[in-house]
């Protein structure tokens, strides 16, 4: 039987879905925070640590302490940007994950800012999916605004009257 953290997104149940969803984010804080520990970070997840390690194998164990990997090979959606369009796909690896993430906030400071230079260095940049197949990152200014413009932001309910 394949390990968790080697399954495809799409041959999980929707609870698998949820949980390693968490346990992806376990991993991001701990990456992000040097400082907390596996049970602390699972805890404020509402995940057991266990399941963390069971979804994505991404701790190593230095003098008896588990330490989180630098890196993962667990399979994740993420969105991404192409041909004018937003599209979600799978990918393989938190180094793909990263470039992304990277990416994300290059276009969050160009439509904060209107600054498209940390664009720049995503020209031409193409992502490979867990298929093989190549996606080229949208850059072009335009096109980025014009995404931005269709995405639905949520209503707000007022709850008090005034």
Known sequence: MTPLYKRPW???TP?????RTKSL??????RNSKSSSVNV???QNDIAPSTVINHTNGFKKVNGKLVVKQWDIVPRIMLINENGEEKSIEVKNSRTAGVIGRYFNSI???LNTG????LDKFRNRKIKDSSGKLHRLETNPSEII???ERIEEPEFFEVYAR
């Open 108 to 110: 969050k400071h160009f």
């Open 15 to 19: 609870r698998q879905k949820v949980l």
């Open 25 to 30: 984010e376990v991993l991001r804080v701990l």
């Open 146 to 148: 014009s995404i931005n």
């Open 10 to 12: 799409r041959k999980l």
């Open 115 to 118: 600054d498209k230079s940390k």
């Open 41 to 43: 970070t699972s805890n």
